[in-house]
Each structure stands twice: as C-alpha cells, then as structure tokens.
C-alpha cells in the first residue's frame, strides 16, 4: 500500500497528481499530514502543496475535459466527503491518461459517482438560495445564517450579490465558521471571532435587531401561516420540499 500525505487542499490535490506522475508511483490512500498510517504501509510521501505544479496539472486538464467537466471537479471538491480527494485523483489520472474524453463514460464508475456526487452539492446550492432568510441588524446590516450540508457558499454568494445589490449583507456558515461580507461593492470573505449568541443560534436576538425587524418577522410567519389552505397539509411532502434540517434559521418555523 502506498500513501500520500498532502495539505487536504485543491491545489494540494493537483500537487498530489503532479509528484505521482514524477515519481512514477502512484497512491492507493491519501491522508492529511499527522494523520496516522494504517497498517500494512509500503510507502509513505509527504506533498508539498505547489502552485507552479498544480497550474500546469490544471492546464493540462484544460486540454482534456470541457469547461463543465473542470467545474465539475471542483465542484465536487466542496462535496468535503472522506473519500472525495482519492475519487478526483482517480478521475484526474485517467482523464490525463486517455486519448477521448472520460468526462460522459458512465460506464466507468468514478465517473458515474462523481457525476452523482455533483447533482448532490449542485442541489444543495439551490436549496441555499431557497431557504436562506434575511434579519436586519440594528445598523442596517441584513445578517443571515445558514449549515449546509457540503461547502457550497461560495455557490451560491454571486446570485446573492446580483439579488441584493442593494443592501449590505453577511451570510455565514455556522458549520464551518465562516462567510461572505457585501459592502454594496465587493464580497469579502470574513471570520467573526466571538462566540456570539446568533453565530451560535443562527438567529439575532432582539436587542440586535432593527426597530421594525421583529414586525416584519411576525408578518411573515402570519403570512405562511394564512397562505397553508388545512385540507391539503401533507407533512411528509412538506418536509420533502422542505427538509426539517433547515427550520433552525427558516423564520416561518420560529415559535
């Protein structure tokens, strides 16, 4: 067994690919640094991740996959699942090493479970800008917390940007702590340091709140309450369209 140790980063990742090609060997785990090594070990690298190395793999894939491929590799990235990276360097090695494109052979079954694994995060983006809700801060600030399930808030920060251009906002990630601040020009990536109550709960509390927030939150919880017509209530539909994960930060399901 051979494994490789890298930074748990993209450009980590494309390093890998690059020094296995070097060296002529190639993994059969891949692990973060200081994690320990399972049993039966023949082999063990440490990869520096590498600028230099990773853009000329990525170039390399350029000449290889269409644009919706690369994007779905680092898509999938986001995914975070355990095995994400070992999938993508299989997918990355035997896109490099084939004269046709791989990227529609889904009878070859890495790429048929990255493509799955795609339609997973891709889904939960749309879920993102579905059920994100807005509170307004006693400065004006719309503040808005969200958990999702892969790493996918960077997805979905320029259709908010087109959407709210407007107002200032912060939507942070609670799960992995942090998240994206607009000051009506830019998007800046921020980590809030204090463990406040709302970077706990999700929700600001009322004495962070703007004047006529609270108002506005109790019309539209009135507003989804009226619009539910009784005799059609299908609570296992509803969380289907709705799954319950999300309620902690949807104010329509705040008591």
Same mark, same amino acid.
């Given at each position: 067994m051979i494994?490789?140790?890298?930074?748990?980063?993209?450009?980590?990742?494309?390093?890998?690919?690059?020094?296995?090609?070097?060296r002529?060997?190639?993994?059969?785990?891949?692990?973060?640094?200081?994690?320990?090594?399972p049993?039966?070990?023949?082999?063990?690298?440490?990869?520096?991740?590498?600028e230099?190395? $990773?853009?000329?793999?990525?170039a390399?894939?350029q000449?290889?996959?269409s644009?919706?491929?690369?994007?779905?590799?680092?898509?999938?990235?986001?995914?975070?699942?355990?095995?994400?990276?070992?999938?993508?360097?299989?997918?990355?090695c035997?896109? #490099?090493?084939?004269? +046709?494109?791989?990227?529609?052979?889904?009878?070859?079954?890495d790429v048929?479970?990255?493509?799955?694994?795609?339609?997973?995060?891709?889904?939960e983006?749309?879920?993102?800008?579905?059920?994100v809700?807005?509170?307004?801060?006693?400065?004006?600030t719309?503040?808005?917390a969200?958990?999702?399930m892969?790493?996918?808030?960077?997805?979905?920060?320029?259709?908010f940007k087109?959407?709210?251009?407007? +107002?200032?906002w912060?939507?942070?990630?609670?799960?992995?702590?942090?998240?994206?601040?607009?000051?009506?020009?830019t998007?800046e990536?921020?980590t809030?340091?204090?463990?406040?109550?709302?970077?706990? $709960?999700?929700?600001?509390?009322?004495? +962070?709140?703007?004047?006529?927030?609270?108002?506005?939150?109790?019309?539209?919880?009135?507003?989804f309450?009226?619009?539910?017509?009784?005799?059609r #209530?299908?609570?296992?539909?509803?969380? +289907?369209?709705m799954?319950?994960?999300?309620?902690?930060?949807?104010t329509?399901k705040?008591?």
């Amino acid at each position: 067994m051979i494994v490789f140790r890298y930074d748990k980063t993209f450009e980590g990742l494309l390093t890998v690919v690059f020094d296995a090609y070097y060296r002529r060997t190639f993994p059969d785990v891949l692990l973060a640094e200081g994690e320990p090594l399972p049993l039966f070990v023949d082999d063990s690298f440490t990869v520096i991740a590498d600028e230099e190395k $990773s853009n000329r793999v990525w170039a390399g894939l350029q000449k290889k996959l269409s644009t919706s491929a690369l994007s779905c590799i680092t898509t999938c990235w986001l995914s975070e699942l355990p095995h994400i990276d070992m999938l993508l360097f299989r997918y990355i090695c035997k896109a #490099i090493d084939s004269r +046709q494109s791989i990227e529609v052979n889904f009878a070859d079954p890495d790429v048929l479970e990255l493509a799955q694994i795609w339609k997973k995060v891709c889904a939960e983006r749309r879920r993102m800008l579905q059920f994100v809700r807005f509170q307004k801060a006693a400065d004006g600030t719309f503040f808005a917390a969200f958990e999702p399930m892969y790493n996918v808030l960077a997805l979905a920060i320029p259709h908010f940007k087109d959407r709210f251009s407007d +107002q200032k906002w912060i939507i942070y990630d609670l799960k992995r702590s942090y998240g994206y601040y607009y000051d009506l020009n830019t998007v800046e990536e921020i980590t809030l340091e204090t463990e406040a109550a709302h970077l706990v $709960s999700g929700m600001l509390d009322e004495t +962070q709140m703007a004047e006529d927030e609270k108002l506005f939150q109790e019309m539209w919880k009135t507003y989804f309450k009226s619009i539910a017509i009784k005799e059609r #209530i299908n609570p296992k539909l509803h969380k +289907q369209n709705m799954p319950v994960r999300y309620w902690k930060h949807l104010t329509e399901k705040q008591l």
